[in-house]
């Protein structure tokens, strides 16, 4: 066995999430970090951050700020500091001058004119090799005075670049498809697949994992690794998610930052659940925890085939995680949530009025049909509505003079309640019922009514229990008297 295949058998596995900050953070750049994030985790390796921004124009503290803030609420920690590619400009320099002083690469002269008419010369002729290698064998001492040339990587002429890529399977590229790629501009400045490269040797990444539109890069990258005599990285170039309709996802599918999916109260465990059976599966699990995620993840079991966006099992993974969610966690996820909804100042005061205690003690009936945080907020409504409530108009239509009997003679009954807890108030009200002769759904529903405001809640006797004795009377009162 070589050195080189023992070497990469043993040497630790180190992977990178590598966005670039010239906007938010996108579902499919979030799953990309949670592929390289559970491969890390699941080699007992390193999963490394690096922000791209070398793109000086469109890079914004903003948009580093978002993703930086994104992955922390996914919670996928990231070993070390971020890495800022724009900080390492002077080593990318300095192995393109290696690459010159080798002849591995030259200074290339060629006028815009030039470049332009190549271009054109390749189209007609149906090549993509779009650069003639003019400065590929010609003497500097030819070059133009008062020209900065830029640096193009000596490529191959003839034979294949291959990998193996662990999704994709073996890609080749014919060297006569591909031109002397610039590695250096005029100005200095390196392109992004010389930087990646050089970033990723020095950071010693042995697999790069991400999204498959990335996968013409790797041609490129390749023959510079080739080039410098380092040793390739394990290459898995994961399908994009698809929309619904099985188009590329756009904003009209829901393509959203990862602060969009916060603001409309999934749960981060919840999301992470999802985009991990985006493109990756173990047997027929749907749900599992992140320690499971861990122990059973391995890139090999990364499907080919694009991955379509389903918002209604997004919400159900999402309910499920509610359910199983404790009191506690919810109430501290809710309490990050509000800030970020349109009137989340005032459901704030007005949830700090009513007694964060009894938004906890409504919780366990709210959250049996909640998908969502924001649900959860709007069902919890009823704590925090001031008398005397506004109906909805469904729940209106269930208050006539018939229900107002009801409702006063359900109060008198339930006056008498000694214990307020919800088997002594269905007791109470079951009882009412087979006395006046009615069914429990006739009177549940305009009780429904007068304490919520709304036709649809949770079970009436646990609201009754939750508002306590004398907020749930006075509501009832309220109707009975046509308030």
Known sequence: MGISNLKHMTR?????????????????????????????????????????????ERSTQGAISAILDGLKWLELDWDGEPI?????????????????????????????????????????????????????????????????????????????????????GRVVWQNADLDDMIILRSDGTPVYNHAVVVDDHDMGITHVIRGVDHLTNAARQVQIYTAMGWELPVFAHVPLIHGPDGAKLSKRHGALGI?????????????????????????????????????????????????????????????????????????????DLLPE??????????????????????????KERAKTLNELVDGAGYLITARPLKLDDKAAKLIDADARALLAGAAAKLEAVTSWDTPALEAAVRTFAD???????????????????????????????????????ARIRDQAAGS
């Open 12 to 56: 630790t596995v180190v992977t990178r999430f590598a966005p670039s900050p010239t906007g938010y953070l996108h579902i499919g750049g979030a799953r990309t970090a949670l592929f390289n994030w559970l491969y890390a985790r699941h080699t007992g390796g390193k999963f490394l951050l690096r922000i791209e921004d070398t793109d000086r």
């Open 259 to 335: 602060e969009a999916y916060r603001a409309m109260g999934y749960l981060p465990a919840a999301l992470r659940n999802y985009l991990a059976r985006l493109g990756w599966s173990h047997g027929d699990d749907e749900i599992f925890s992140a320690e499971q995620m861990i122990a059973w993840f391995d890139v090999d079991d990364i499907n080919r085939s694009p991955a379509r966006l389903d918002f209604a099992k997004l919400q159900a993974v999402n309910g499920h995680y509610i359910r199983q969610s404790g009191n506690e966690e919810l109430l501290r996820r809710i309490r």
């Open 84 to 168: 800022y590619q724009f900080s390492r400009a002077v080593r990318h320099r300095q192995v393109a001058e290696e690459l010159l002083a080798a002849s591995k690469a030259y200074h290339c002269y060629a006028s815009p004119k030039e470049l332009d008419d190549m271009r054109e010369a390749a189209r007609k002729t149906g090549r993509s090799r779009l650069y003639n290698g003019l400065w590929r064998d010609r003497d500097p001492k030819d070059a133009p005075p008062g020209v900065k040339p830029v640096i193009r990587l000596k490529a191959p002429l003839d034979g294949e670049t291959v990998i193996e890529d662990r999704v994709q």
């Open 341 to 366: 909804l349109e009137n989340g100042a005032a459901l704030r005061a007005a949830f700090e009025k009513a007694g964060w205690d009894r938004l906890a003690a409504a919780l366990p009936s709210l």
């Open 435 to 473: 006395d006046s002769g009615q069914k429990l759904g006739k009177i549940a529903q305009p009780l429904r009514a007068a304490l919520t405001g709304r036709a649809v809640s949770p079970p009436v006797f646990d609201v009754m229990a939750v508002l306590g004795r004398e907020e749930a009377l």
